[in-house]
């Protein structure tokens, strides 16, 4: 139990990736680049107010991203740094980017890559996804669907080669990332691509300012009713 507890005190540089809003959730049906871009900031700012998130790395190709973060990121919660994608593209090599920026300043904490797309995430149960994954080499969690990938972690001196994409929760399992048993409502697991995705983030409680970003479109459904 003691060597349980003392694999599972780690600090984590945590590394997410964003596209610009007006290339970003293209499956979102009638979806806004102001609602790809609310739905990155409620991801990063609980991940940012994470217990045990000592860094976070944001890789972006979108470069007023950061300006939009620096007054809700605080300080005292972790330190943000902004990685320009530039000329990389695509999702892997841009979390790579991302990793090799982390590796570089990172003082032997555990790594890990977050996908930006969870609206409804709760800080408390991000950092206990990050406590369970500290107890194992490598871990992985699915996403809410069970095939893809939200969260993959690596302990220090662990491999963490990310294969993101359809299908990768199980190329995750296979280059021997442990699965981590969240329950189906964890908002750990609460990615969304689709409106169906987005309508049940919704049942879970999305962050402000996807609920914001949600405002005008339900007020234009409430005209559309009473017209």
Known sequence: MG???????????LVIPVRRSDTA???L?????????????DTIVAASRT???????VVTDD???????????????????IVQQGAVQGLNPSIRLG???????????????????LPALR????????????????????DHDGTGTTLLTARPG???????????????????????ALGPESTVRADVDTRADLERALGLGLGEHTRAALAPEAERRLRLLHA
């Open 3 to 13: 060597l349980e507890r003392d694999l599972g005190a780690l600090h984590w540089s």
């Open 25 to 27: 959730k293209s499956r």
């Open 29 to 41: 049906a009638d979806g806004t680049p102001e609602l790809a871009r609310a739905i990155a900031l």
């Open 51 to 57: 217990e045990g998130v000592a860094s976070l790395l």
């Open 63 to 81: 470069d007023t991203l950061g300006a939009a973060l620096l007054p809700l990121v605080r300080p005292e919660d972790t330190t943000l740094r």
């Open 99 to 117: 990793l090799r920026a982390a590796r570089g300043e990172h003082d032997g904490g555990g790594l890990a890559v977050m996908l930006g797309d």
């Open 123 to 142: 800080p408390a149960e991000l950092a206990g996804a990050l406590d369970a994954a500290g107890r194992h080499q490598q871990a992985v969690v699915a």
């Open 158 to 180: 662990a491999r963490l080669e990310p294969a993101f994409g359809s299908g990768s929760f199980a190329r995750h399992v296979q280059a021997g990332h442990e699965a981590l």
